[in-house]
C-alpha cells in the first residue's frame, strides 16, 4: 500500500494579532491539506504589540482543540523553516491587487530557493478591511477590537498570555 504523505502547509506572519481573516484563512486552508502551522515569525527590528509569548498562546488556545493546527515560531527563512516543519506548501492570504503582487514576488523567491509551492486564498469580502495593523491602531487608542479577533479570543485582559 503507497500511503502519498501528509500535505501540510506553513501559515508564516506575524500576526499581532491573529485576526479574523487569519482564522478564516486557516478554517479555509484545512479543507485543501492535512495540517496548518500557523509559524509566527521572529523579526528583531520590528516592534512587536504583543510578546512573542502571548501570541503563541492566544493562537495555541484557540486551536487547542483542532489537532490538524500547530502553532511555532521561527526565526529562519521561511522556506527553512518549512522544511524542518515538514511543510510541502506554504499559505497566504491576499485582500488585495497589492497584496498579490508582494505575495507573488514572494512565492516566485520561495519556489526557486526550494521548490515549496504557495498557494493563495483571497480574503472573504466581509473580512477584506481586517488587518493586525488596523486592529493594533484600535487597541492604542482604546476602542474594542472584538469584532476583528476569533471569538473568545480576549487580547486585552488575557492573564495567560
Do not use: C, Q
Not at 527563512?77 to 514576488?105: C, H, N, P, Q, W
Not at 526557486?112 to 484600535?138: A, C, M
Amino acid at each position: 500500500m503507497n500511503i502519498p504523505p501528509k500535505r501540510i502547509a506553513l501559515f508564516p506572519g506575524t500576526f499581532d494579532p491573529f485576526t479574523t481573516g487569519h482564522e478564516s484563512l486557516v478554517r479555509r486552508g484545512l479543507s485543501l491539506v492535512d495540517g496548518i502551522v500557523i509559524a509566527i515569525g521572529i523579526n528583531e527590528e520590528k516592534k512587536s504589540f504583543f510578546p512573542l509569548d502571548k501570541r503563541l498562546g492566544m493562537i495555541r488556545r484557540l486551536y487547542e482543540n483542532e489537532p490538524r493546527v500547530s502553532v511555532e515560531s521561527y526565526d529562519s527563512l521561511t522556506v527553512e523553516f518549512a522544511r524542518k516543519t515538514g511543510a510541502r506548501y506554504i499559505l497566504r492570504g491576499v485582500r488585495s491587487v497589492t497584496d498579490f503582487e508582494y505575495e507573488k514576488t514572494i512565492a516566485d523567491m520561495n519556489r526557486t530557493l526550494s521548490g515549496i509551492e504557495t498557494f493563495v486564498l483571497f480574503t472573504e469580502p466581509s473580512l477584506t478591511h481586517v488587518s493586525s495593523s488596523r486592529v493594533r491602531e484600535l487597541l492604542r487608542y482604546g476602542y474594542d477590537v472584538s469584532a476583528f479577533v476569533p471569538n473568545g479570543m480576549n487580547i486585552v485582559d488575557d492573564p495567560n498570555g
